[in-house]
């Protein structure tokens, strides 16, 4: 397979209808990719708070409108990032009543909305995303025609439970959509290669690049193998990754090592 990581770069000052073009010309160009993935609250920005609920949309909102037409223009499997999601208020109607969701959108070669995952973890301790936002509630698995997906964003990359529920599920590719600040870079390459080493999956980490509300992102996208062997690593601006993998490496790397076989915890097992 092969696989493009758009690092887009977040500046402030794009208009985030600029960026939406700019992003769906980005998409367009990767025509021969399988599957191509963006990086976290990309239209936005992770760290502007403050843009959060005037910008937010419905989830059929103009971000996968213009998103379905440019993974159906380009042919691609398409992880869309995430955005500033406005659910249905309780009774049903749209508006801006509803509760903000940090919701990742993954699109078929045919446009198709395929998979919704809206963020469990929020970042913020009890400020920002943390509070601004509601968490979502489940796991998101895509079967693609050579692998499956499993759908994180950003902070759950820190809660390995999550990653070997997505596996529990079948996963074999993860997938990490990511807004992640400079200041703990070290972080974001460490827990990627460990989230890979412990499920024996590829992981695809996508981050943003550029600096919003003050703050400089990370960049430096990822892609670690089952093994934890760095395939391909972005630098710090804005950049299109492109990696081939073999998604056939995940069921050789269990059969050789199998260590998944002999978890203890964790497990539904009758407690003494």
């Not at 703990?184 to 550029?210: D, F, P």
């Not at 804005?238 to 090592?257: G, M, N, S, Y």
Request: hydrophobic share 45%; charged share 20%.
């Amino acid at each position: 397979m092969r696989a493009s990581l758009l690092q887009v770069d977040v500046n402030e000052g794009e208009s985030v209808e600029s960026r939406r073009r700019r992003v769906a010309a980005l998409v367009r160009e990767q025509a021969g990719a399988d599957l191509v993935v963006l990086p976290e609250l990309w239209t936005t920005g992770a760290f502007a708070y403050e843009d959060f609920a005037r910008e937010a949309e419905p989830l059929h909102g103009p971000t996968l409108e213009a998103m379905a037409a440019a993974a159906r223009d380009a042919g691609v499997w398409l992880h869309a990032g995430s955005v500033p999601e406005r659910a249905a208020a309780d009774d049903g109607s749209a508006g801006g009543d509803g509760p903000l969701y940090n919701t990742s959108l993954v699109l078929s070669p045919a446009g198709d909305l395929a998979a919704v995952y809206r963020k469990i973890h929020r970042f913020g301790f009890d400020q920002g995303e943390a509070v601004l936002m509601s968490a979502g509630d489940a796991l998101v698995t895509v079967p693609l025609p050579h692998t499956t997906l499993g759908v994180a964003t950003c902070y759950d990359l820190r809660f390995p439970e999550l990653f070997r529920g997505l596996v529990d599920a079948g996963a074999e590719t993860l997938v990490v959509s990511s807004g992640w600040p400079d200041r703990r870079r070290s972080h974001w390459t460490l827990l990627a290669q460990a989230r890979a080493v412990e499920n024996q999956a590829y992981v695809l980490a996508c981050g943003t690049a550029g600096t919003h509300a003050g703050v400089l992102q990370a960049g430096h996208s990822i892609v670690v193998d089952p093994w934890g062997e760095v395939l391909a690593e972005a630098g710090s601006g804005e950049q299109v990754l492109t990696v081939d993998f073999d998604p056939a490496k995940v069921a050789k790397t269990r059969e050789q090592f199998p260590a998944l076989k002999d978890r203890v915890l964790g497990l539904d097992r009758p407690h003494r």
